[in-house]
């Protein structure tokens, strides 16, 4: 006989190798190009994070009148982020309307600014994870028998006439089965003001003006989860997704050491009184 | 199935508020100079435009100043979608309003891939003036005021270039004529100006008074009918004075003072922006009783003091969507239409029931 030998043959052993090597070569595409991508290589190269904000919102941020330097929550958790990467945070003063299309045109790195997700935006920019709950939220005062929704039927609820508090307890009013009163007020901190001083049995407000009432000596606790949620997020550019990577990932490690949590207890008393 | 299926859509178009226009309104006011910003542009729901509409007419306002995205009426070179515009125009003549029709935003064909849709480079003038020449010319009679452009003395609204006085002038000579050979009757606003102090090599600007001195030294004059001015309050009064190192609601008057100077002083102004917010914590903010006496004040101001000024459109009447940021707090009338305290307060000063004291 010839030197002939028969070798079977197993095709699904091919399949999966091809298959195994295209992986490998996307992942690998994928890695190179998110190392090369732009935003931030230029942010580890030049050890500069320009951070857009207008400090025009305290207590998130605003000017120093005796430095005349930003000072805030996001001034506090922009340079946080900055010194976990080892680099330096510019914050570049940004007129509110101008943030997202400044981010998106990459005239700043980021904004953080009291930002909300601009669901109208997410062609332009990504968001971030949230670093702070913003939205509208019920409040009662400490050892209330209200502990849900539900238990105002009879109530007497304060809000802010016209704020987003009042347009979301006009649309319990409607869901709930018992109805509640409606007791309006012309501004955030007067409504607060209604239930302790027992002109209202409860409030919904914006979480940063229950947050703020209470650091200042209110006596009123959150009742259950938000009526609805509008935390603040830190926008970065589309097609920058490494620094997206980064910037959520710092926001995870910042939450789980406990900084993010000390950041906001400094400018608001989110632990309630 | 098919009947199922039918049945399903009769029920789900009954849902639907069913929208006819109904008689001719006409506003009844103490003041035509009242106006405001409408902010219709994302608002797709035909009863809604006219809810909009029905409640600026009935709080006293006669002018509204509405935004119309080129890059929406115009998808393709030559290819129209009236439909929107035809809507919210419709309406508000139908309720007795006077528009002011605001144009900008500009479609991806006639700008450069990947770019701002605020940046429009010399190339692309003739096309606008083409766009807003079919828009003057489709609305005639039923829009006599068309504003070109929006702050272009911020770098953001000038497709994050360098501002260009020179190229907002030259983009003005290449409309103005188009415009009135397709619509002599309808009236140019220019300007627009955001009011602010940035300096001269600013990165986000030039401050309104020299950009427009800027503006007259590029012979603009001859190209446009009206002035646009954008004119806030922040935390000061209306009556707090004006000053060239101040941004407050009297600062129209230094603009009015650049175009005497430029003799130009004949001309009108129509601020097509403006007014005061009630945030309870963004620095220019004011509270909310204070926003609603103050905004009386401006409209009664713009009335009896300030010959020179047609109209004064307080920004902003209703969002579509709440925003979320202190932006909200510039509203009439929440998302639902449900009225402000500061909606209140004017309608009463409209009717003749008194003005709110200053606090």
């Known amino acids: ?273 | 199935m098919l009947g199922i299926a039918l049945a399903l859509l009769v029920l789900a178009a009954s849902q639907r508020p069913r929208v006819e226009f109904g008689p001719q309104q006409h506003v009844v006011s103490i003041n035509p100079k009242m106006c405001v910003h409408t902010r219709l542009t994302d608002e797709v729901e035909p009863w809604k435009i006219q809810r909009t509409f029905e409640m600026v007419r009935e709080m006293g306002a006669s002018w509204v100043v509405e935004y119309f995205l080129w890059a929406a009426q115009e998808p393709a070179r030559g290819v129209y979608d009236w439909s929107h515009a035809d809507l919210v125009i419709d309406h508000a003549a139908n309720q007795g309003l006077t528009l002011i029709a605001r144009l900008g935003y500009v479609p991806e064909w006639a700008r450069p891939p990947r770019t701002s849709p605020l940046l429009l480079d010399k190339d692309g003038y003739d096309a606008f003036a083409d766009f807003v020449a079919a828009f003057a010319s489709r609305y005639r009679g039923r829009v006599n005021y068309i504003i070109i452009w929006n702050e272009p003395n911020l770098s953001q609204e000038w497709g994050f270039r360098k501002v260009d006085p020179a190229g907002y002038t030259e983009m003005l000579r290449r409309v103005y004529p188009a415009v009135k050979r397709a619509n002599p009757d309808v009236k140019i606003l220019a300007g627009a100006l955001a009011p602010t102090l940035a300096p001269p090599g600013s990165e986000w600007g030039l401050n309104d008074l020299d950009y427009l001195q800027a503006m007259y030294d590029a012979g603009a004059a001859p190209y446009f009918d009206v002035l646009a001015v954008h004119s806030y309050g922040w935390t000061f009064p209306p009556d707090a004075p004006a000053g060239v190192d101040a941004v407050n609601f009297s600062r129209a008057e230094l603009l009015h003072d650049v175009m005497v100077r430029n003799g130009d002083g004949d001309k009108p102004i129509i601020i097509t922006e403006g007014g005061w917010n009630d945030h309870p914590r963004w620095t220019k903010a004011v509270r909310p009783a204070q926003r609603a006496a103050y905004t009386v004040r401006a409209y009664e101001k713009v009335l009896t003091e300030w010959p020179w000024a047609q109209a004064l459109c307080v920004w902003a009447f209703r969002y579509p969507r709440p925003a979320g940021t202190y932006q909200d707090y510039y509203t009439f009338v929440d998302g639902d239409f449900r009225p402000k305290p500061i909606y209140e307060a004017v309608r009463r000063y409209a009717r003749g029931e008194g003005v709110p004291s200053l606090p």
């Open chain 1, 1 to 273: 006989m010839g030197g002939y030998r028969y070798v079977q043959r197993r095709p699904w052993l091919l399949a999966l190798l091809a298959l195994l090597i295209i992986a490998c070569g996307l992942l690998l595409r994928r890695t190179i190009a998110a190392g090369r991508e732009a935003t931030w290589a230029h942010i580890q190269q030049t050890g500069i994070w320009r951070v857009g904000m207008d400090p025009s919102f305290p207590p998130f941020e605003n000017l120093d009148t005796g430095t005349g330097q930003p000072v805030g929550l996001d001034v506090d958790l922009a340079n946080a982020i900055a010194r976990r990467w080892g680099v330096r945070a510019e914050l570049v003063g940004v007129g509110f309307d101008q943030l997202v299309d400044a981010v998106a045109a990459r005239r700043v790195d980021s904004a953080i600014s009291a930002l909300p997700a601009f669901a109208d935006r997410t062609k332009e920019v990504s968001f971030s994870s949230p670093y702070i709950e913003a939205g509208i939220v019920l409040a009662a005062p400490i050892g209330s028998p209200i502990a849900k929704p539900e238990d105002l039927a009879g109530k007497r609820v304060a809000a802010e006439w016209g704020s987003a508090g009042d347009a979301e307890a006009r649309g319990l009013q409607q869901r709930l089965e018992g109805p509640f009163d409606l007791v309006l007020s012309e501004s955030a901190d007067a409504a607060l003001g209604a239930v302790d001083a027992g002109k209202a049995d409860a409030v919904i407000v914006d979480a940063i003006s229950l947050a703020l009432y209470n650091r200042a000596g209110g006596r009123l606790a959150q009742v259950g989860k938000p009526l609805r949620s509008d935390p603040y997020v830190i926008v970065v550019p589309k097609g920058a997704p490494r620094l997206l990577t980064e910037v959520n990932n710092a926001l995870a490690a910042l939450e789980e050491d406990g900084t993010l949590a000390a950041i906001r207890g400094r400018w608001l008393d989110t632990a309630g009184p």
